[in-house]
Protein backbone atom coordinates (compact mmCIF):
# COMPACT_ATOMS: atom_id res chain seq x y z
CA UNK A 1 0.00 0.00 0.00
CA UNK A 2 1.16 3.20 -1.25
CA UNK A 3 1.63 6.32 1.54
CA UNK A 4 -1.29 8.57 1.83
CA UNK A 5 -0.75 10.96 -0.71
CA UNK A 6 2.49 12.77 -2.99
CA UNK A 7 1.86 15.93 -0.07
CA UNK A 8 2.32 13.42 2.89
CA UNK A 9 5.05 12.23 1.43
CA UNK A 10 6.87 15.36 1.29
CA UNK A 11 5.44 16.57 4.50
CA UNK A 12 7.03 13.12 6.02
CA UNK A 13 10.39 13.99 4.19
CA UNK A 14 10.54 17.40 5.30
CA UNK A 15 10.30 16.26 8.92
CA UNK A 16 12.78 13.94 8.63
CA UNK A 17 15.34 16.94 7.10
CA UNK A 18 14.73 19.31 9.64
CA UNK A 19 15.49 16.40 12.56
CA UNK A 20 18.25 15.62 10.74
CA UNK A 21 19.12 19.22 10.78
CA UNK A 22 18.57 19.45 14.77
CA UNK A 23 20.65 16.75 15.80
CA UNK A 24 23.46 17.87 13.59
CA UNK A 25 24.06 19.97 16.43
CA UNK A 26 23.19 23.35 15.01
CA UNK A 27 20.75 24.76 17.53
CA UNK A 28 23.65 24.70 20.28
CA UNK A 29 24.64 28.11 21.21
CA UNK A 30 27.43 26.91 22.91
CA UNK A 31 28.77 24.78 20.62
CA UNK A 32 29.61 22.21 23.59
CA UNK A 33 27.93 19.08 22.05
CA UNK A 34 30.23 17.13 20.67
CA UNK A 35 29.42 14.42 17.51
CA UNK A 36 28.47 11.09 18.90
CA UNK A 37 31.52 10.06 16.64
CA UNK A 38 34.03 12.16 18.31
CA UNK A 39 33.03 11.14 21.41
CA UNK A 40 33.48 7.24 21.06
CA UNK A 41 37.16 8.45 19.47
CA UNK A 42 37.66 10.54 22.23
CA UNK A 43 36.73 7.45 24.75
CA UNK A 44 39.66 5.72 22.68
CA UNK A 45 36.86 3.27 21.55
CA UNK A 46 37.15 1.02 18.35
CA UNK A 47 34.58 2.31 15.78
CA UNK A 48 31.27 0.81 15.78
CA UNK A 49 30.94 -2.26 13.96
CA UNK A 50 28.60 -4.89 12.66
CA UNK A 51 29.19 -8.32 14.43
CA UNK A 52 27.09 -11.54 13.64
CA UNK A 53 23.49 -11.31 12.63
CA UNK A 54 21.24 -12.38 14.98
CA UNK A 55 17.48 -10.08 14.83
CA UNK A 56 16.07 -8.92 12.04
CA UNK A 57 13.79 -6.16 13.44
CA UNK A 58 10.49 -5.51 10.55
CA UNK A 59 8.34 -2.75 10.99
CA UNK A 60 5.42 -3.58 9.01
CA UNK A 61 4.10 -0.41 9.08
CA UNK A 62 2.94 3.19 11.22
CA UNK A 63 -1.07 2.42 11.51
CA UNK A 64 -1.75 2.04 15.06
CA UNK A 65 -4.67 2.24 17.44
CA UNK A 66 -2.75 4.91 19.46
CA UNK A 67 -1.22 8.27 19.24
CA UNK A 68 1.56 7.88 21.90
CA UNK A 69 3.61 11.11 22.72
CA UNK A 70 6.94 9.62 23.00
CA UNK A 71 6.37 7.46 19.96
CA UNK A 72 9.35 7.81 17.78
CA UNK A 73 7.80 6.37 14.58
CA UNK A 74 4.81 9.07 15.15
CA UNK A 75 2.38 5.94 14.47
CA UNK A 76 -1.19 6.44 14.46
CA UNK A 77 -4.88 5.51 13.08
CA UNK A 78 -4.65 7.84 10.11
CA UNK A 79 -1.14 6.16 9.51
CA UNK A 80 -2.26 4.36 6.23
CA UNK A 81 1.69 2.59 5.01
CA UNK A 82 2.12 -1.00 5.41
CA UNK A 83 4.66 -3.65 3.65
CA UNK A 84 3.20 -5.29 0.83
CA UNK A 85 2.93 -8.95 0.26
CA UNK A 86 5.99 -8.79 -2.05
CA UNK A 87 7.93 -7.65 0.58
CA UNK A 88 7.40 -10.19 2.88
CA UNK A 89 7.74 -12.64 0.01
CA UNK A 90 11.50 -10.84 0.27
CA UNK A 91 12.01 -11.38 3.76
CA UNK A 92 10.38 -15.00 3.95
CA UNK A 93 13.39 -15.66 1.08
CA UNK A 94 16.22 -14.20 3.30
CA UNK A 95 14.79 -16.32 6.08
CA UNK A 96 15.33 -19.62 4.67
CA UNK A 97 18.49 -18.94 2.89
CA UNK A 98 20.21 -16.87 6.16
CA UNK A 99 20.79 -17.97 9.71
CA UNK A 100 18.60 -15.50 11.58
CA UNK A 101 18.01 -16.01 15.54
CA UNK A 102 15.05 -13.67 16.25
CA UNK A 103 12.70 -12.10 13.63
CA UNK A 104 11.23 -8.62 16.16
CA UNK A 105 8.34 -7.40 14.53
CA UNK A 106 7.10 -4.25 15.13
CA UNK A 107 4.96 -1.29 13.92
CA UNK A 108 2.85 1.09 14.53
CA UNK A 109 0.75 -1.96 15.91
CA UNK A 110 1.95 -5.22 13.60
CA UNK A 111 -1.32 -6.72 14.47
CA UNK A 112 -2.91 -4.38 12.59
CA UNK A 113 -1.28 -5.61 8.97
CA UNK A 114 -4.24 -7.55 7.33
CA UNK A 115 -1.40 -10.23 6.82
CA UNK A 116 -0.30 -10.42 10.11
CA UNK A 117 -0.96 -13.74 11.16
CA UNK A 118 -0.29 -15.51 7.81
CA UNK A 119 3.28 -13.88 8.15
CA UNK A 120 3.95 -14.92 11.42
CA UNK A 121 3.12 -18.28 10.15
CA UNK A 122 5.28 -18.50 7.29
CA UNK A 123 7.77 -17.50 9.59
CA UNK A 124 7.48 -19.64 12.16
CA UNK A 125 8.09 -22.46 9.08
CA UNK A 126 11.74 -21.18 8.29
CA UNK A 127 14.85 -21.95 10.75
CA UNK A 128 14.38 -18.97 12.93
CA UNK A 129 14.31 -19.52 16.89
CA UNK A 130 12.07 -16.24 18.10
CA UNK A 131 9.62 -14.49 16.69
CA UNK A 132 9.04 -11.50 18.36
CA UNK A 133 5.35 -9.14 19.01
CA UNK A 134 6.15 -5.70 20.10
CA UNK A 135 2.71 -4.89 20.96
CA UNK A 136 0.72 -2.04 22.78
CA UNK A 137 -1.78 -4.13 24.36
CA UNK A 138 -4.47 -2.56 24.03
CA UNK A 139 -4.71 -3.60 20.29
CA UNK A 140 -6.46 -6.75 21.73
CA UNK A 141 -9.36 -4.83 23.26
CA UNK A 142 -9.59 -2.53 19.79
CA UNK A 143 -12.15 -4.87 18.08
CA UNK A 144 -13.46 -8.81 18.27
CA UNK A 145 -10.97 -9.49 15.40
CA UNK A 146 -8.39 -8.99 17.70
CA UNK A 147 -9.69 -10.61 20.72
CA UNK A 148 -8.31 -14.14 20.18
CA UNK A 149 -4.33 -12.63 19.67
CA UNK A 150 -3.33 -13.98 22.95
CA UNK A 151 -4.37 -17.51 21.89
CA UNK A 152 -2.72 -16.88 18.31
CA UNK A 153 0.27 -16.15 20.13
CA UNK A 154 0.38 -18.75 22.19
CA UNK A 155 0.16 -21.36 19.12
CA UNK A 156 3.28 -20.22 17.62
CA UNK A 157 5.08 -19.76 20.74
CA UNK A 158 5.59 -15.96 19.93
CA UNK A 159 7.31 -13.78 22.25
CA UNK A 160 5.15 -10.79 23.43
CA UNK A 161 6.78 -7.64 24.54
CA UNK A 162 4.33 -4.77 25.55
CA UNK A 163 4.95 -1.41 26.57
CA UNK A 164 3.32 -0.40 29.68
CA UNK A 165 4.54 3.05 30.40
CA UNK A 166 3.22 2.54 34.27
CA UNK A 167 2.06 0.36 36.88
CA UNK A 168 -0.18 3.35 37.80
CA UNK A 169 -3.11 4.62 35.73
CA UNK A 170 -2.39 8.25 35.82
CA UNK A 171 1.14 8.28 34.13
CA UNK A 172 -0.03 5.21 31.79
CA UNK A 173 -3.30 7.43 30.42
CA UNK A 174 -1.59 10.69 30.59
CA UNK A 175 1.28 9.57 27.92
CA UNK A 176 -0.48 7.02 26.16
CA UNK A 177 -4.28 8.15 26.35
CA UNK A 178 -7.34 8.11 28.64
CA UNK A 179 -8.66 4.23 29.38
CA UNK A 180 -5.16 2.72 27.75
CA UNK A 181 -4.31 1.48 31.20
CA UNK A 182 -7.80 -0.48 32.05
CA UNK A 183 -7.10 -1.77 28.91
CA UNK A 184 -3.93 -2.75 28.57
CA UNK A 185 -4.58 -4.75 32.52
CA UNK A 186 -6.99 -7.08 30.88
CA UNK A 187 -5.38 -8.03 27.78
CA UNK A 188 -2.39 -8.49 30.38
CA UNK A 189 -4.62 -11.00 32.58
CA UNK A 190 -5.72 -12.40 29.10
CA UNK A 191 -1.90 -13.11 28.32
CA UNK A 192 -1.58 -14.57 31.48
CA UNK A 193 -4.76 -16.55 31.24
CA UNK A 194 -3.02 -18.65 28.04
CA UNK A 195 -0.17 -18.86 29.76
CA UNK A 196 2.06 -15.73 29.04
CA UNK A 197 4.64 -15.01 31.98
CA UNK A 198 3.68 -17.38 34.19
CA UNK A 199 6.90 -18.44 36.42
CA UNK A 200 8.24 -21.76 34.77
CA UNK A 201 6.24 -21.57 31.94
CA UNK A 202 7.56 -21.50 28.27
CA UNK A 203 5.86 -18.68 26.84
CA UNK A 204 7.97 -14.85 27.42
CA UNK A 205 5.48 -11.87 28.15
CA UNK A 206 7.86 -8.90 28.94
CA UNK A 207 6.99 -5.22 29.51
CA UNK A 208 8.47 -1.85 28.47
CA UNK A 209 8.77 1.26 30.32
CA UNK A 210 10.08 4.48 28.70
CA UNK A 211 10.36 7.63 30.98
CA UNK A 212 7.56 9.93 30.48
CA UNK A 213 9.44 13.64 30.57
CA UNK A 214 13.05 14.56 30.23
CA UNK A 215 14.78 12.39 31.50
CA UNK A 216 16.35 9.03 32.06
CA UNK A 217 14.52 5.89 33.21
CA UNK A 218 16.12 4.54 37.15
CA UNK A 219 17.37 1.18 37.39
CA UNK A 220 16.00 -1.93 35.32
CA UNK A 221 16.38 -4.38 38.00
CA UNK A 222 14.50 -1.78 40.73
CA UNK A 223 11.54 -0.91 38.13
CA UNK A 224 11.05 -4.00 37.45
CA UNK A 225 10.75 -5.26 41.30
CA UNK A 226 8.33 -2.14 41.68
CA UNK A 227 6.21 -3.58 38.53
CA UNK A 228 5.89 -7.00 39.77
CA UNK A 229 5.12 -6.54 43.39
CA UNK A 230 2.24 -3.99 42.01
CA UNK A 231 0.57 -5.47 39.18
CA UNK A 232 0.83 -8.81 41.37
CA UNK A 233 -1.00 -7.17 44.29
CA UNK A 234 -3.23 -5.35 42.31
CA UNK A 235 -4.33 -7.19 39.60
CA UNK A 236 -2.78 -10.97 39.80
CA UNK A 237 -0.61 -10.23 37.09
CA UNK A 238 2.54 -11.80 36.32
CA UNK A 239 5.04 -10.53 33.39
CA UNK A 240 8.75 -12.32 33.30
CA UNK A 241 11.03 -9.19 32.53
CA UNK A 242 10.70 -5.30 32.35
CA UNK A 243 12.70 -3.74 30.10
CA UNK A 244 13.65 0.21 30.19
CA UNK A 245 14.33 2.19 27.18
CA UNK A 246 15.45 5.77 27.04
CA UNK A 247 13.52 7.79 24.87
CA UNK A 248 15.38 8.78 21.44
CA UNK A 249 15.25 12.57 20.49
CA UNK A 250 13.26 11.59 17.33
CA UNK A 251 9.73 12.48 15.98
CA UNK A 252 7.17 13.20 18.53
CA UNK A 253 9.50 12.95 21.85
CA UNK A 254 12.18 15.77 19.91
CA UNK A 255 8.91 18.11 18.98
CA UNK A 256 8.21 17.86 22.69
CA UNK A 257 11.15 18.79 23.98
CA UNK A 258 11.57 21.65 21.60
CA UNK A 259 8.18 22.57 22.66
CA UNK A 260 8.66 22.51 25.92
CA UNK A 261 12.49 24.03 25.57
CA UNK A 262 13.75 21.20 27.00
CA UNK A 263 16.36 19.91 24.38
CA UNK A 264 19.33 21.22 24.76
CA UNK A 265 19.14 19.83 28.41
CA UNK A 266 18.06 16.61 27.53
CA UNK A 267 21.38 16.09 25.18
CA UNK A 268 23.31 17.43 27.58
CA UNK A 269 22.19 14.80 29.83
CA UNK A 270 22.35 12.34 27.80
CA UNK A 271 25.90 12.95 26.82
CA UNK A 272 26.86 13.75 30.26
CA UNK A 273 25.73 9.43 31.05
CA UNK A 274 27.69 8.54 28.28
CA UNK A 275 28.66 5.16 29.06
CA UNK A 276 31.48 3.48 26.96
CA UNK A 277 30.66 0.24 28.17
CA UNK A 278 27.13 0.17 26.82
CA UNK A 279 28.90 1.25 23.74
CA UNK A 280 30.26 -2.50 22.80
CA UNK A 281 26.84 -3.75 23.11
CA UNK A 282 24.54 -0.96 21.15
CA UNK A 283 21.85 -3.13 18.92
CA UNK A 284 23.01 -2.23 15.87
CA UNK A 285 25.81 -4.48 15.63
CA UNK A 286 24.01 -7.93 15.67
CA UNK A 287 20.47 -5.84 14.23
CA UNK A 288 19.29 -5.04 10.63
CA UNK A 289 16.07 -3.05 11.07
CA UNK A 290 13.76 -3.49 7.65
CA UNK A 291 10.64 -0.57 6.87
CA UNK A 292 7.73 -1.08 5.46
CA UNK A 293 9.07 -0.40 2.25
CA UNK A 294 11.88 -3.07 2.71
CA UNK A 295 14.75 -0.60 2.72
CA UNK A 296 17.77 -1.81 5.22
CA UNK A 297 18.61 0.11 8.34
CA UNK A 298 21.35 0.12 11.27
CA UNK A 299 18.25 -0.03 14.08
CA UNK A 300 14.93 1.57 13.89
CA UNK A 301 15.80 4.56 15.13
CA UNK A 302 17.65 5.44 11.85
CA UNK A 303 14.72 3.67 9.96
CA UNK A 304 12.93 7.25 11.23
CA UNK A 305 15.59 9.32 10.16
CA UNK A 306 15.93 7.62 6.71
CA UNK A 307 19.68 6.78 7.59
CA UNK A 308 19.89 3.78 5.25
CA UNK A 309 22.61 1.63 5.78
CA UNK A 310 26.08 2.51 4.40
CA UNK A 311 26.34 -0.90 1.85
CA UNK A 312 25.92 -1.92 -2.00
CA UNK A 313 22.60 -3.60 -0.91
CA UNK A 314 20.00 -0.97 0.68
CA UNK A 315 17.15 -3.33 0.34
CA UNK A 316 15.59 -6.74 1.57
CA UNK A 317 15.27 -7.81 -2.13
CA UNK A 318 19.01 -7.27 -2.75
CA UNK A 319 20.41 -8.92 0.68
CA UNK A 320 23.67 -10.23 1.36
CA UNK A 321 24.84 -10.90 4.64
CA UNK A 322 28.61 -10.59 3.42
CA UNK A 323 28.06 -7.05 2.39
CA UNK A 324 26.21 -5.87 5.27
CA UNK A 325 28.61 -7.66 7.56
CA UNK A 326 31.43 -5.53 5.77
CA UNK A 327 29.44 -2.08 6.54
CA UNK A 328 30.24 0.77 8.28
CA UNK A 329 27.33 2.27 10.99
CA UNK A 330 25.67 5.32 10.38
CA UNK A 331 25.44 7.33 13.65
CA UNK A 332 24.20 10.35 14.50
CA UNK A 333 23.72 12.44 17.91
CA UNK A 334 20.73 10.09 18.86
CA UNK A 335 22.83 7.83 19.49
CA UNK A 336 23.75 9.07 22.94
CA UNK A 337 20.49 7.70 23.68
CA UNK A 338 21.73 4.25 23.50
CA UNK A 339 24.65 4.74 25.21
CA UNK A 340 23.34 7.00 28.32
CA UNK A 341 23.69 5.26 31.78
CA UNK A 342 23.19 1.78 31.59
CA UNK A 343 22.86 2.22 27.59
CA UNK A 344 19.22 1.21 25.79
CA UNK A 345 17.94 -1.17 23.30
CA UNK A 346 14.15 -2.93 21.99
CA UNK A 347 15.86 -5.47 24.59
CA UNK A 348 16.39 -2.64 28.06
CA UNK A 349 19.38 -2.03 29.43
CA UNK A 350 22.34 -3.16 27.94
CA UNK A 351 25.46 -2.35 30.66
Known sequence: M??????????????????????????????????????????NLPAVRPTALEILQINVGY?????????????????KEIMTHETMEQILTVLQSNTIKTVDLTGGAPEMHPEFRWFVEEVRKT?????????????ILANKKYHDL????????????????????????????????DSSIEALQMLNK?????????????????????????????????????????FNIEFNQLFSITNLPISRFLDYLIASENYEEYMHSLVEAFNPIAVENVMCTNTISVSWEGYLFDCDFNQMLDLKVEAS???????NTDVLSDRN??????????????GSSCQGSIA
Open 127 to 139: EVEEIIVRSNLTI
Open 2 to 43: KIKSLKARKDSLAQTEKQLEILSGGIFKDGSLPTFKEKVKSS
Open 194 to 234: VGFGIAGGSLELDLVYNPSGAFLPGDQKALELDFKKALKED
Open 63 to 79: MCNQVCAHCHVDAGPDR
Open 329 to 342: IRLSQHCYGCTAGA
Open 150 to 181: PEFFAKHKVHVISSLPFYKRGKTDKQRGDGVF
Open 313 to 319: TTHISEY
